[in-house]
């Protein structure tokens, strides 16, 4: 069964490949069309990750899924929340503006959020699902590994930050992980 991803960050391709590759699915991920370029002007994540699923839809008239994520801190209200991407310019900016928000402030809890949103072939909503992992935010940057904020968020119940987890080690935490696993789990029942 083929399902276009509808996104075009190659990270967050790539991870949702090797957890499908890691579980050994009868399903291929493939590209949206070209021309895939939705206006992500949502308020909340389901709502834009709703967006990105339709507009595949609309140019791939097959199952599409998509994903919306971000980084949540409850000392700045919950912010970068669905503006994490575009936060500051650059990855490193956006860990700095982060940084120099939080200076000094004590709480420094967070989570990761991600919605995936499961489109059938007849353009309607089959199945969605919002994952969530909970951490916190360190004072500097530690670790090369993955990729946006993961240098500076503290796995809850781990000493490392997501960027010092090892692929396998993030796939098994991650927001987009648990996320994932629930759609996949749902589609198993329909292969
Ligand atoms: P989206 O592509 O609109 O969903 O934006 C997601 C943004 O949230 C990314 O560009 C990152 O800045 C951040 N983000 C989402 N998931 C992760 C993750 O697993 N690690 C680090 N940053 C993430």
């Not at 059938?120 to 670790?143: D, L």
Request: proline share 4%; aromatic share 8%; net charge negative.
């Amino acid at each position: 069964m083929k399902i276009v991803l509808a996104s075009s960050n190659k990270h967050k391709v790539q991870e949702i490949n090797d957890i499908v590759k890691s579980l050994n699915l009868p399903l291929e991920f493939i590209l949206p069309p070209e021309g895939f370029d939705p206006i992500e002007n949502g308020e909340t994540f389901e709502e834009n990750s709703y967006i990105k699923a339709k507009e595949a839809w609309k140019l791939s008239k097959t199952w599409t899924l998509a994903d919306d994520s971000g980084l949540c801190i409850d000392a700045l209200g919950g912010k970068p929340g669905i503006h994490s991407a575009r936060y500051a310019e650059t990855p490193a900016l956006r860990i700095e503006r982060v940084l120099n928000e939080l200076e000094g402030v004590q709480n420094r809890k967070a989570h990761f959020t991600c919605v995936m949103t499961l489109i059938n072939p007849q353009g309607e909503v089959e199945y969605k699902y919002m994952g969530i992992c909970e951490g916190s935010i360190i004072e500097e940057t530690r670790g090369t590994n993955g990729f946006g904020y993961d240098p500076i968020f503290l796995v809850k119940g781990d000493t490392r930050t997501m960027a010092e987890l090892s692929k396998e080690e993030k796939n098994r935490v991650s927001h987009r992980s648990i996320a994932l696993r629930h759609i996949l789990s749902y589609l198993q029942q329909l292969i």
